[in-house]
């Protein structure tokens, strides 16, 4: 992300780089995520993967209402 940007970081990732964020686009705004907000427990038993931050749903509420603003 270029310093100075009017971009809000949500979360990021162990190595810093934005994983989450919402950024002025037009006369509205964009939000976008790396990781899969919609992704359950399923999505990891699959891949036989481990999330060691757990299902957070709430990041993805609060994408949805920086990016609409509701």
Known sequence: MKPNSNA???ATY???IAA???APY???KVG???PHPEADQSW???ADLE???RIRTDIAYELIEKTTGR
């Open 20 to 22: 989450v964020m919402v």
């Open 32 to 34: 976008v995520s790396g």
């Open 8 to 10: 809000e970081v949500l």
């Open 51 to 53: 999330n060691p931050d």
């Open 14 to 16: 162990p190595n810093g």
């Open 26 to 28: 037009g006369q509205g």
């Open 44 to 46: 990891y038993d699959e």
